[in-house]
């Protein structure tokens, strides 16, 4: 079975600053889609970024960018000039190329300081 | 476009008693899912549609949990009778059918608490 963990429950930054959340998986699949989804106080989860397995470079989205290790099995999300909004849990998820089915793991809460 | 509806957003009931919680789907999406959230952990999948067939309620504790999706857009999901356990929030979500990546949009979410 496939497993999600994320080792940080909670990390701070600064604004402006960078700061990078660690994300391990297992599968014993070789196609599968890793994302970061975003969940402010508001409770809705919000895609921040995707990566497909069978790609090699690295996911991108503006202030956000992923550092995906496949042999590894790690996937770091990376946001450069944190903003107060970024404030949130951030759940890391994989998903089989085989299925809907998202496995999510247990969240990291990221706070900003002005 | 409107995103993924829930209602109600807050829910309070003794044990034992029942609740149900409605979803409404992206317009066009007919693969829906409920999920599960418990305080600080990441969220479960209950159950998931395609159109109005179940595709995948393997974890769907169904002596006490039931979910419909008549006419194959919106959605309820009922608790009867409901534990203490089952205090989390319950997110919907849906997505196109046919697409290789299937990217879920998620509703705001039932907050659950049962006392």
């Known amino acids: 079975a496939q497993t999600v963990t994320q080792s940080q429950p909670e990390m701070s930054v600064q604004e402006a600053e960078t700061v990078t959340l660690s994300c391990t998986y297992d599968?014993?699949?070789?196609?599968?889609?890793l994302f970061w989804y975003k969940q402010p106080p508001s409770r809705q989860m919000i895609l921040v970024i995707r990566q497909e397995a069978y790609k090699q470079q690295n996911a991108t989205e503006n202030r956000f960018s992923v550092n995906f290790q496949k042999a590894a099995k790690s996937f770091s999300l990376k946001i450069s000039d944190s903003q107060l909004g970024d404030a949130a849990m951030y759940f890391c998820a994989y998903r089989s190329a085989y299925t809907d089915k998202l496995i999510f793991g247990t969240g990291t809460r990221l706070q900003v300081f002005p | 476009e409107a995103g993924v509806a829930q209602s109600p957003r807050y829910k309070i009931i003794e044990k034992r008693q029942s609740v149900a919680f409605w979803c409404n789907p992206i317009?066009?999406?007919?693969?829906l899912y409920w999920y599960q959230q418990i305080l600080g952990q990441g969220p479960k999948l209950l159950i998931q549609f395609q159109n109005n067939g179940v595709v995948d309620d393997s974890q769907l504790p169904k002596d006490r949990f039931s979910a419909e999706r008549l006419k194959g857009v919106d959605s309820t999901l009922k608790i009867q009778p409901a534990k203490l356990e089952d205090s989390a929030v319950y997110l919907c979500?849906?997505?196109?059918?046919?697409?290789?990546?299937?990217?879920?949009?998620f509703g705001p979410g039932t907050r659950l608490t049962v006392t």
């Open positions: 979500a849906s997505s196109l059918a046919n697409t290789r990546v299937h990217e879920q949009y």
């Open positions: 599968t014993s699949e070789s196609d599968y889609y």
């Open positions: 317009s066009g999406h007919a693969t």
